[in-house]
């Protein structure tokens, strides 16, 4: 085992490996919730979606793990489930037989293109500086993330944003476990994050702000309700509207996972020159739980961003995400225990992670104008606009725009040209 991880090339071990599988389990422990939540609004069963969210994440996890040896997390995607539902099934009026039904063929459609090497060969293209940008300006998103779910940060008519109020008993919670957290990584202690979490749940049940589970197991859901109705809708994908639809999830899908995968390779070190190893095999398995979770009965699944506490706590190999499938599959016996974890128990990692991340920006060539201004949209514009994929896109435009100018241009490879031209096409036409 140790030699099909790559163990001593990683300068990790089991006890590393274990504990950041568990840390980032916790920090998408939510999705088992959330997404339910979401989806049941478009009509869909809740339990059904419980169980089939569970299934995704530990299909996707144990194929990245196994195929790709990536200490990554993959689970339905937060965004393109509210993307499923409010514009899609709600806004646009197809049914979510239908629609899940586009989330299918998408990720058939991914499955060829990562067989053909097309994905992995536009992520190996990205310049190194919009690469490290990519990394930064996740950082940026997944702390704004940790900081909205505390309450620290609000909605603001006047303001847009705003200041949350701290006196609240939630938001205080989350500052007791962010300054927790924070003290024991100042002082070196390995886990710190996940032991943030466990501490900050057991106060928090102590004082009465999560609940005390009132049992520890509960009845797995049947998935009867949306399992394989893909297969009765394949006819109704042809309509204008659900190829809008199709083209749409493959977009967000595409540059999401992109992110992701990037980001964590980059932080855990294991990117070289300029690639990532394995690239190839992380993306089919991305696609292929894709498939699996639309046959299950959710929507598009992506790597998560939340891998990246998980590779703060040590983890450096696919055995990572073994042990979030594992995670995962035990979740399904004991969802009202994972029930009482709320946003503000793990805001803290989600803000530190970030803040971890966010120093992949000293690597960008901040002396030439024509990177900075690419590097800084790409950055500023995922929180802004609470979209990895829209702050690449924006990004991937300006960067040919800018090189261009510089008189550059021939240093930037033809894909990124094409992406650009599709980019501007996507804002102008959806």
């Not at 943030?196 to 049992?215: A, F, H, K, N, R």
């Not at 550059?408 to 980019?423: A, C, E, N, R, S």
Request: glycine residues 10%; hydrophobic residues 55%.
């Amino acid at each position: 085992m140790r030699n099909f991880f790559q163990f001593k090339e990683r300068e990790t071990n089991v006890q590393k490996e274990t504990l950041a599988g568990i840390t980032t389990f916790l920090s998408m422990a939510y999705i088992l919730v959330v997404n339910p939540i979401i989806l049941s609004q478009a009509g869909m069963d809740k339990g059904a979606l419980f169980t089939a969210t569970a299934l995704s994440a530990i299909v996707g996890s144990l194929l990245i793990g196994l195929m790709a040896n990536f200490p990554v997390g993959i689970a339905p995607s937060m965004g393109l489930n509210s993307f499923f539902t409010f514009s899609v099934v709600i806004g646009m009026g197809i049914e979510w037989q239908v629609a899940l039904t586009g989330v299918f063929i998408a990720g058939i459609i991914f499955m060829i293109l990562s067989l053909l090497k097309i994905r992995e060969k536009i992520i190996n293209v990205i310049p190194k500086d919009l690469k490290h940008a990519i990394a930064g300006g996740i950082g940026f998103f997944i702390a704004f993330i940790g900081l909205k779910n505390a309450g620290i940060v609000v909605g603001s008519e006047e303001t847009f944003v705003s200041i949350g109020q701290l006196t609240s008993p939630t938001t205080a919670l989350a500052a007791f476990g962010f300054i927790i957290t924070l003290m024991m990584l100042v002082r070196g202690i390995r886990g710190g994050i996940f032991y943030g979490i466990v501490i900050t749940s057991i106060i928090g049940m102590v004082v009465g702000l999560v609940d005390v589970p009132s049992s520890v197991v509960g009845e797995i859901p049947s998935l009867e309700p949306t399992f394989g109705v893909v297969f009765q809708h394949l006819g109704d994908i042809f309509r204008p509207e659900v190829l809008a639809v199709i083209f749409t999830f493959l977009f967000v899908a595409f540059f999401d996972t992109a992110g992701a995968l990037i980001a964590v390779a980059s932080q855990a070190g294991i990117m070289k020159d300029n690639k990532i190893p394995n690239a190839g095999r992380a993306l089919l398995a991305d696609s292929t739980s894709g498939v699996a979770g639309a046959i299950f009965g959710t929507s598009t699944t992506a790597s998560f961003v939340e891998s990246s506490a998980g590779v703060a706590v040590g983890g450096r190999t696919g055995f990572t995400s073994v042990v979030i499938s594992i995670c995962f599959f035990i979740a399904l016996f004991f969802s009202p225990v994972l029930g009482v974890i709320t946003p503000e128990v793990t805001a803290p990692a989600l803000i530190i992670v970030g803040a971890l991340m966010a120093t992949e920006v000293k690597e960008i060539d901040w002396s030439r104008f024509e990177i900075v201004v690419p590097a800084f949209v790409t950055i500023i514009m995922m929180p802004l606009t609470f979209s990895v994929a829209t702050g690449i896109a924006l990004g991937f435009i300006l960067y040919p725009f800018a090189m261009i100018a510089k008189r550059d241009w021939k240093q930037v490879h033809p894909i990124m040209y094409t992406l650009g031209g599709l980019f501007i096409m996507y804002f102008v036409f959806l």
